[in-house]
């Protein structure tokens, strides 16, 4: 049975070629150490589900039930890479299929009582659908409509009548007198009564034929609940036992149960899930694991997921199972990159911030890795942002260490008390050197962080520029906010008001398809990797270092007074492109 399969079952290119951004982490804390442990789903992991998804497409067998999928590329202990798939629970009824990888070792070991189980709680499933279709339940729902129906026709007879009273006595009351109008109103009010007796009669009888059925129906109610509480204990018995035998192992060699792992209870389904079944694999099989991905393929019952779609380690059974299943996985991830500090003393922090790093943790569990939560425990201070740089800019960031600081730097920066050169690529050429940007900005609050030029309801926006260089068709260029607005130099840069030529990287406010045009026309897209490779020289013969897929904006310079000491601080970074 092959369990490891080649990269060319999937993708069609040279692993080298494929860009390997990271899109998701899968993560927890080890259970030792409180480290944080990641495994990233990157574009490559991406692209082999895709080639997997190709694969359920064209075998009917898939998309019968719905379920999550799953692949992990490994690497063997030679260096070789492989990738392993895994599907949710059972495909089909069966747990072990070819070429896919075997489930958690623990499921053979409860087979016979697993059988002997389904089979009692399939005869008390029969037992609660014979319940529920006695035939008193259908004999008191005609009965009930027929009284009802009946109860509505006597109720349209005495409105009927009631109002016919009401006109007699306006006509008794105006020709009759003495003994004569007090026997017609008494007339009147013997109709009355009698019509009241007669709907009581009804009421009664309606009682005294529906009551028996009601008391059948509500014994059988009783009884189903009573089997469904039988039920429910069988079924967390069996599960308990399940739990007890399934034994999951770790990078470190170290086994536990499902029961171990889950002390306060598991979760009915937990260990049947594609990434335990991956890891718990690739660890048992002394693989390491290089990236992960998941997805939903066939229809959704409950229609909330949705076929083709990723999705991360789901919250009840398999994001508390991370810190254990990645213990001992010794790989880099972003938590391993030192973050250059270029100024420090005991008021504030300034760092270099790479691309791709967020300045404050996100709002998911995945994208918690950011500036402020690699430094928050750098000292005894309480760490607070100051101001913010966009996930894919690269450059200054800085940091307060006390309320009073960040308060201070803040008026600075509302103030515009602060300067800041920004030095980007542009993908294109410019018909101007150097020039003022003035073109209010505007985000829509339901298509955030998307902002647009926008004269009515914009912000004021200026950005000052500079063209440093140019090289084939990218130009480089020195820019001065005058403002702080979210996106203000990327789509002052891009918009047509603006210089009309979008940062090159710049996949919000430009093209994907011209990117990688441009990339390749100057010389950027030789080899797809995160860092420099190729140099080019400016006009005026200084070197130009490109670095692929990424932003080509980079938060130079910036200029402030010293908080506390008064003192003019001017910090400067090398570009790294």
């Known amino acids: ?37 990641q495994l990233p789903r990157t574009t490559l992991s991406e692209s082999i589900a895709k080639g997997l998804m190709q694969q359920l497409s064209q075998n009917p067998i898939y998309s019968q039930e719905g379920k999550m999928y799953g692949i992990l590329l490994v690497e063997l202990p030679n260096g070789e890479q492989r990738v392993i798939q895994a599907f949710s629970g059972l495909l089909n009824g069966d747990s072990v299929v070819d070429a896919w990888v075997t489930p958690i070792p623990g499921r053979e070991d409860v087979s016979l009582l697993e059988s002997q189980t389904l089979a009692k709680l399939e005869s008390i499933k029969q037992e609660i659908i014979k319940l529920k279709q006695i035939p008193e339940r259908e004999e008191y729902q005609k009965l009930s409509l027929e009284f009802q129906q009946q109860l509505d026709i006597i109720k349209l007879q005495h409105q009927h009548s009631k109002q016919l009273r009401q006109q007699k006595r306006q006509e008794y009351l105006a020709t009759l007198i003495g003994e004569n109008l007090t026997t017609a109103l008494a007339a ?48 967390r018995e069996l599960q308990s036992q399940m739990h007890a035998a399934y034994k999951l192992m770790n990078f470190h060699g170290k086994s536990l149960s499902l029961q171990q792992l889950f002390p306060w209870g598991t979760p009915t389904g937990t260990g049947e899930c594609c990434a335990p079944k991956l890891l718990h694999y690739a660890a048992s099989h002394n693989l390491k694991p290089l990236a992960m991905a998941e ?65 404050v943790p996100g ?35 800085i940091l307060a260490k ?10 600075q920066f509302a103030n515009r ?42 912000k004021p926006s200026i950005t000052k520029f500079r063209v440093m260089g140019k090289q084939e068709s990218c130009t480089r260029v020195e820019f001065i906010p005058l403002t702080g607005r979210t996106h203000q130099i990327r789509v002052h840069s891009a918009d047509i008001l603006g210089l009309g030529v979008n940062i ?67 910090l400067q970074t090398k570009t790294p492109f």
């Open 188 to 235: 009147l009010e013997a109709e009355s009564r009698q019509q009241g007796i007669e709907k009581k009669n009804i009421k009664r009888h309606q009682q005294e034929v529906l009551q028996p059925l009601e008391n059948k129906i509500a014994a059988a109610e009783v009884k189903i609940r009573e089997l469904k509480k039988q039920r429910k204990a069988i079924s």
């Open 417 to 458: 008390q602060v300067d800041k050169i920004y030095e980007a690529i542009l993908a294109g050429s410019l018909n101007t050197n150097q020039g003022i940007i003035d073109l209010p900005l505007w985000g829509n609050p339901e298509n955030r962080p998307y902002q647009i030029v926008d004269f009515e309801k914009g």
């Open 402 to 411: 006390d309320k009073i600081t960040q308060s201070q730097l803040h008026q």
């Open 363 to 397: 709002r998911y569990l995945y994208n918690q890795d950011s500036v402020f939560s690699r430094l928050k425990n750098l000292d005894d201070g309480e760490l607070r942002i100051v101001h913010r740089l966009d996930q894919e800019t690269s450059g200054i960031l």
């Open 295 to 359: 997805f939903w393929w066939g229809e959704s019952l409950v229609k909330d997921k949705i076929q083709g779609e990723f999705y991360g380690a789901c919250a009840e059974r398999c994001q508390p199972l991370m810190g254990f299943l990645l213990s001992g996985l010794k790989m880099p991830s972003s938590k391993d990159q030192n973050l250059e500090i270029i100024y420090q003393d005991q008021w504030l922090i300034a760092v270099h911030k790479p691309a791709g790093l967020l300045s």
């Open 504 to 570: 090159l990287g710049d996949r919000l406010y430009g093209c994907n398809d011209d990117i990688t045009r441009l990339e390749v026309m100057c010389n950027l897209g030789s080899k797809r990797t995160t860092e420099a490779q190729s140099s080019q020289r400016n006009e005026d013969g200084s070197n130009i270092l490109y670095q692929s897929h990424r932003l080509y904006l980079h938060a130079r310079e910036i200029t402030f007074q010293h908080p506390h000491t008064g003192v003019n601080l001017h």
């Open 1 to 37: 049975m092959v369990i490891l399969h080649p990269l060319s079952d999937f993708i069609n290119v040279d692993v080298e070629s494929i860009y390997t951004d990271i899109q998701y982490y899968y993560q927890g804390k080890c259970p030792q150490t409180g480290e944080v442990l």
